[in-house]
């Protein structure tokens, strides 16, 4: 049971760390200034969620686990983020594309955390469903604005939804550590599923049909981007163990 | 009645008013409703505070800062507690806060259930310059210089300025 919620824990922290760090990426390159500010917002708010959620699970494991040594120094094959945030920016369509189909599952997903049985998590739920309610509406609002815009804007969405769209169904897949937790797999499909219709009807996309659904991140088996991110994001500490500011 | 512990949690709550947010020095964490509890046992203090937002990078700042005021006055056995729920809202900010925040040039948080919703392309929320007290202004960006803020633009004095935003 503990080493299911410890897995559980770890998994949401590192989809949003991973998350994070791709949308940080943008910093200093964004579109424009305030959606420069906008992207960079919406990653400090990630990062902060998966600063708690780190902390919960140091906190579970205890020894000398922190909430440094979980981002840091786990390997690979030991991050359990969905494949979904793993996936490149490329460009501004497919970067909010990605944001719009994790924020509405992220949105009812910590909904159904804030009922849960677990306490802390129930917490941290509480306040991130606060962020994820801004990141919901900021990234509906691109996908409609690309999707019902020009015709090269619609041809990118459309492009990033091929890109994305096959890593969607991990999301409502659960994998062994998440047979004990009270989450609604099928309830929280129905209802991203429907609110993902509402959206691309007004932004004039198409959600493909009969396609086929990748699975594996949450048990820890990646696409190949992952290995270029955390070469990014540990460097440091790999190379100067414990090295502060 | 008083007792000797009202008398003490009053001179650490005096005390933990002079604890600023770094970012928007003019607020105090008792403006912000960020204080939620000061426990004392013995010689033993526990300052309970919610954070504001998840990644706001003030917070443990906040939390150092609030540990070194009272150690330099004398209460050296300091805990402090960070809870997460219930989960701060703008509503806990003092209307001493809001006032401050307007004459730092920022305008205040609205009352929440006006835009706390899922709505998209809503019309922008009304809200005040704090300059020359016009309504007449319009949303440049909801995200601004930091994760509590949205960027606004008067349309009578043309100022762009920071709003607080409902949370």
Known sequence: MKYALIDYTLHLADTTLILAQRNAEWCGHGPILEQDIAITNITLDLLGQSRNFYQYAASLIGHNASEDSLAYLRKEREFKNLLLVEQPNKDWGQTTLRQFLFSQFHFFLLEQLQKGNDTQLAAIAEKSIKETTYHVRWSSEWVIRLGDGTEESHQRMENAIEELWRYTDEMFTPVEYENESSVDFKELKTKWLNNVKKVFAEATLTIPENEFMQTGGKSGVHTEHLGYILSDLQYLQRTFPGATW | MVNTATIEEAKI???????????????????????????????????????????????????????MVLQENGYSNVKITSVLSPAWTTDWMTEEGKKKLKS?????????????????????????CPRCDSWNTHRISEFGSTACKALYQCDDCKEPFDYFKCH
Do not use: W
């Open chain 2, 13 to 67: 709550r005096a005390l933990l008013e002079t604890v600023k947010d770094p970012e928007i020095p003019v607020l105090s964490i008792i403006d912000l409703g960020m204080l939620r509890e000061i426990k004392i046992k013995d010689d033993k203090i526990e300052v309970v505070f919610t954070p504001t937002y998840s990644g706001c990078p003030a917070t443990d700042m906040i939390s150092a800062t609030i540990k």
């Open chain 2, 104 to 128: 730092y040039g920022i305008a205040p948080p609205n009352p929440k259930q006006q835009v706390c919703h899922q709505e998209l392309f809503l019309p922008d929320e009304a809200v005040q």
